[in-house]
């Protein structure tokens, strides 16, 4: 068996049998992007029916005052919000990208997204999770955001 580890090492094989997860090795030149989630929310359920459409509007206005460190652009009109899924217990899920999978400020900016869209008004709890697929491109931005900065 020490032999087959050997020859592993030796010819750097990797293998990603059925999706799994395959972290990287001390000669990979750049690490492998995290996976993250956040949960957020008061916990507090809604005392009557809730409107999910003027939910939504306020979750992407709370979206829109969350500021990459980086651009200064906000993280909607970035581009980086792929989904807004809210479900019939109040319970908002997003799901969202940054421009690049080694952001030092990834656990940051996912933990903010996830603590201000559970203070929205109705929302009880909020989950937040980190995607790779499909990778970020600058043409994921809003015409304005791409304006702002002069790609328009």
């Keep these: 068996m020490s032999a087959d580890i050997e020859h592993l090492k030796t010819n750097k094989i990797a293998a990603n049998p059925a999706g799994r997860k395959v972290l990287p090795t001390l000669n990979d030149t750049a690490a492998a992007p995290r996976e993250l989630e956040a949960y957020g929310g008061t916990g507090m359920s809604a005392t009557g029916p809730f409107d999910k459409a003027a939910m939504k509007t306020f979750v992407v206005a709370t979206l829109k005052c969350i500021y990459d460190p980086e651009i200064p652009l906000n993280i909607y009109d970035l581009g980086l919000i792929y989904d807004i899924a809210i479900d019939d217990d109040a319970v908002v899920h997003v799901t969202m990208t940054l421009t690049a999978p080694g952001c030092?400020?990834?656990?940051?900016?996912?933990?903010?997204?996830?603590?201000?869209?559970?203070?929205?008004?109705?929302?009880?709890?909020?989950?937040?999770?980190?995607?790779?697929?499909?990778?970020?491109?600058?043409?994921?931005?809003?015409?304005?955001?791409?304006?702002?900065?002069?790609?328009?």
Excluded at 120 to 133: E, N
């Design 104 to 152: 030092p400020v990834a656990d940051s900016i996912v933990r903010e997204v996830a603590d201000r869209v559970g203070l929205v008004p109705g929302v009880k709890h909020s989950h937040v999770q980190l995607s790779w697929d499909p990778p970020w491109t600058k043409d994921k931005m809003s015409e304005e955001a791409m304006l702002e900065l002069g790609l328009l």
